[in-house]
């Protein structure tokens, strides 16, 4: 168990304000922040390289705000990698293991699917064989903590999936993970915990299913931009792909690939209408609207369709509808504009 | 050569890059001609017969010698003074990188004299070497210590910047893997900064190879190259100098060029 107790540190260009959460045991701990929210620093603090200027840090109970950065056990998978360019993969993996361990490396390597890349120099390996390799040299410390920086930021979407679902795995294996990203669906796709930071504070913490869809502020709102999310499974047959969850069941784009997944779709997304509304390609409900908000582009309905789904309407339009509690429309929104999100694979 | 990048058609050469090459040429004469000219003038029997004098042969060795010992004793502690310039701020270290510099603005007759104030019999070093019955003065550690006043900022500037080239990024993920600064130090940081601290040896050595004011003042004798050819000039003139000059040119030349390419040669793929 790591525990971050107010951590604060002021650097040139910005500062961390009173940082606290806590991480479990086998938790995947997603950070979500915008480039330039302190993330990287953050993960530099725990690492040792930077030092707080006030606060604890404790794992297990034992203070290590000031233990050096070697005796830590967490290791760092920075963005850019940084592997070793002098030495061959298989030196780079063995770098953290002793000397009668070096032959574990391969082994590491086979891990992650590196074995076939042992004996090249990182300069000829692609992104994500590089990020393989960043995350085998890791794990090879046997960290406490495997703290990583935007993983999958620059890579292309089937080496993201993959890179995600070794991820998976390297969690699912027992691993705690402290996964730092801009990027809604990395937290969407594999986080158990998540935490969002905004200008050096932490502005809400909580299962994903907490921060989505009870957004504690305008920011975590707009930043995660999506209360509409939902797990469930995707069938696809003749007639397309189909998204099923928690009894309801609505069309999504028909190369949507099948198993479990998390659907998104902006709230924006979803118009409302007194009549029901034509066209084939969309998903039509009847709703049941359940409260309205006062949000800073129109009004926030939350509406029922089965499933709880959040509309964003003009203030007008709300008007002319006379949107409020107890009212009943149609609700739509076109499969094409609901992102599916592998949670498998 | 390609001007313009809009089109593959080589364009005449501008009057710019004309008069540019003709400076150049003008340039590479200055520095070309003394040296043809002392080649041209020294016959080859006479050049032979240099090459079998014992003394000249001498002085070339302890030259050599004396330079690669003042490089290789000096990289000791420059190389990881190096890394700390490049990679740590403290408290007057613009001084520090200036005075590192200076010796290369010094006038060398002054260095040597500098030197000697402070390793001569009468001083508190010199006396306190002297009361062993030792002496650096016209001492082969003396000449060494004069090569490396003068050369050390040519390995010392070209280490740091080596290190500086080095992403820090490296050298924290290798102490994230728990390595300790010493295993980083040389398992990351000296082999990612190797050609420019090979380059930077190989330029201090060659400087302390051809250094003379400041070692013709500590040590006259034992002579090295410089020196013995100072000598001959000024006691058999022209002619029997040019020999030993030509000599000793060929020979730096030679292991110069060879020390270059070993430098030159280690290259890795960069990620």
């Keep these: ?345 | 050569m390609q001007t313009g990048s809009f089109s593959n058609s080589k364009p005449g050469l501008s009057g710019f890059e004309l008069a540019a090459y003709a400076a150049g040429a003008l340039v590479l004469l200055f520095v070309a001609a003394p040296l043809c000219s002392l080649a041209l003038r020294t016959s080859l029997p006479s050049l032979f017969e240099t090459a079998r004098d014992a003394q000249v042969l001498k002085s070339i060795r302890l030259s050599l010698l004396t330079s690669l010992a003042a490089s290789l004793l000096f990289s000791i502690p420059a190389i990881p003074f190096a890394w700390l310039l490049a990679r740590r701020h403290f408290f007057l270290k613009g001084l520090m990188l200036a005075l590192i510099d200076l010796p290369v603005v010094v006038p060398h007759s002054t260095a040597g004299i500098a030197l000697l104030s402070v390793l001569g019999g009468r001083s508190c070093l010199g006396g306190f070497i002297k009361r062993f019955g030792l002496s650096v003065i016209d001492h082969p550690a003396g000449i060494a210590l004069a090569m490396a006043f003068v050369s050390l900022p040519f390995l010392v500037n070209s280490a740091r910047e080596g290190f500086a080239a080095v992403p820090e990024r490296l050298e924290k993920a290798a102490l994230n893997l728990g390595a300790s600064q010493v295993r980083v130090f040389f398992t990351v940081s000296v082999p990612l900064a190797a050609r420019a601290i090979l380059t930077g040896l190989v330029m201090m050595f060659a400087r302390g190879l051809s250094e003379f004011g400041a070692v013709l003042i500590v040590a006259y004798h034992p002579m090295t190259a410089p020196v013995l050819i100072y000598d001959r000039l000024s006691t058999y003139g022209l002619r029997h100098a040019g020999s030993a000059a030509l000599l000793f040119l060929a020979v730096s030349l030679a292991v110069f060029v060879v020390l270059r390419t070993i430098a030159g040669g280690r290259r890795h793929a960069r990620s």
């Design chain 1, 1 to 345: 168990m790591l525990e971050v107790e107010n951590i604060s540190c002021a650097l040139d260009n910005f500062t961390l304000a009173g940082i606290t959460f806590a991480v479990r045991d086998g938790d995947y701990f997603v950070m979500l922040g915008r480039s330039g929210a302190g993330k990287t620093v953050l993960l530099e603090l725990l690492c040792g390289f930077i030092r707080p200027s006030a606060g604890r840090i404790r794992m297990d109970g034992n203070d290590i705000t000031f233990e050096p950065p070697g005796r830590r056990l967490m290791a760092i998978v920075y963005q850019d990698k940084a592997l070793f360019p002098h030495m061959t993969v298989r030196e780079n993996i063995a770098y953290a293991l002793p000397r009668n361990l070096r032959p574990l490396a391969d082994r590491l390597a086979s891990d992650v699917g590196a074995a076939h890349l042992l004996d090249r120099y990182p300069g000829t390996l692609s992104q994500g064989e590089s990020q393989r390799v960043a995350l085998a040299r890791a794990l090879a410390r046997r960290p406490r903590i495997l703290l990583l920086d935007e993983p999958t930021a620059s890579l292309d979407t089937p080496a993201r999936s993959s890179i995600r679902s070794l991820l998976r795995k390297i969690n699912s294996a027992g691993q705690t993970i402290i996964h730092v990203t801009h990027d809604y669906e990395e937290a969407l796709a594999l986080a158990t915990r998540v935490a969002v930071l905004e200008e050096g504070r932490i502005v809400q913490a909580g299962t994903p299913d907490e921060v989505f869809h009870r957004p504690k502020s305008e920011f975590v709102a707009n930043f995660t931009g999506i209360p509409n999310f939902f797990r469930g499974i995707v069938r696809c047959g003749e007639d397309g792909c189909l998204f099923e969850t928690a009894g309801v069941a609505f069309r999504v784009a028909d190369d949507a690939p099948p198993g479990s997944a998390c659907a998104v779709f902006p709230s924006d997304c979803v118009t409302l209408s007194l009549c029901r509304p034509e066209g084939s390609a969309r998903n039509v409900f009847q709703a049941l609207v359940m409260e309205t908000e006062q949000a800073r582009h129109g009004i926030d309905a939350v509406l029922d369709i089965g499933i709880r789904i959040h509309a964003l309407v003009t203030r007008s339009a709300a008007r002319e509808l006379d949107i409020s509690a107890g009212r009943r429309v149609w609700a739509a929104f076109k499969a094409s504009s609901v992102r599916v999100i592998p949670a498998e694979g």
